[in-house]
């Protein structure tokens, strides 16, 4: 269509519609959590003064459900020109492998031809975490390093220290040498102490930098 000389043609954006990103993420977090309802379901959940074993992943599900309802409404109802939409296989494998090297080296697993090797929450939980955080195409070692040093040594005191569950700290023989003769709560906390102080020191220590992201993969989102 001819326009006149100067005049400004507007440029045409994709039809807005709903997100199905969003959608599809809202519905996987509520499928989870509902398989975590199932997979508890013949566990005591206690009462208000004896809290039984089935209350945290419960409660936990619980909240998880409610973000995946809230991703589902907000998919579908918010309407706006977004990018069109690339489904990649990037997030899903990272997560899935964090996930995957968290079971194998929190405890010793026996199968038919081989062992795991207990290496204890130290280990693991960074481990799952940096693993986990490259499902982002803008993942930072140093945002990753210090999100492992501060959610690993909270999770040691929520669940070992508040809940009293036998998680392990770190390998037997590494655990021996380290606190021998010492409680497993001291142990704990300790361990977490190191933790916490080890963070705030990245942390500081990197403050006002601004590392380059350290992409494993391309940044459109393959891998």
């Known amino acids: 269509m001819n326009t006149a000389k100067g005049s400004v043609v507007p440029h045409a954006h994709p039809r807005a519609g709903a997100d199905p990103r969003n959608i599809a993420a809202g519905l996987v977090l509520i499928a989870l959590a509902a398989l975590a309802f199932w997979l508890t379901s013949d566990i005591s959940r206690g009462t208000l003064r004896s809290v039984g ?12 459900a409610i973000c995946g309802v809230a991703l589902v409404v907000a998919g579908a109802t918010r ?3 977004a990018e069109p939409v690339v489904w990649t296989l990037r997030g899903p494998f990272f997560v899935m492998a964090g996930i995957a090297l968290f079971a194998l080296t929190i405890k010793p697993m026996h199968f038919s031809s081989f062992d795991t090797v207990e290496l204890g929450l130290v280990f693991a939980g ?14 930072r070692l140093r945002d990753l390093a210090i999100l ?3 959610l690993t040594p909270f999770c040691m005191l929520l669940f ?3 809940l009293n569950l036998p ?5 037997r023989p590494l655990a021996d040498v380290l606190f021998s003769g010492w409680s497993y709560k001291t142990a704990l906390r300790v361990t977490s102490a ?3 102080a080890a963070a705030a020191l990245i942390f500081l220590a990197t403050r006002g930098k601004a590392p380059p992201a350290m992409d494993v993969a391309g940044h459109d989102g393959t891998i």
């Not at 074993?53 to 998880?64: E, F, K, R, T």
């Open 53 to 64: 074993p089935a209350v945290l992943p419960q409660a936990v599900a619980v909240l998880i």
């Open 79 to 81: 309407r706006s020109d």
């Open 126 to 139: 960074p481990l799952a975490i940096v693993v986990g955080g490259f499902a982002s195409p803008h993942a």
């Open 148 to 150: 492992a040093l501060s």
């Open 160 to 162: 070992g220290d508040m």
């Open 167 to 171: 998680i392990p700290i770190m390998p």
């Open 194 to 196: 190191v933790f916490f």
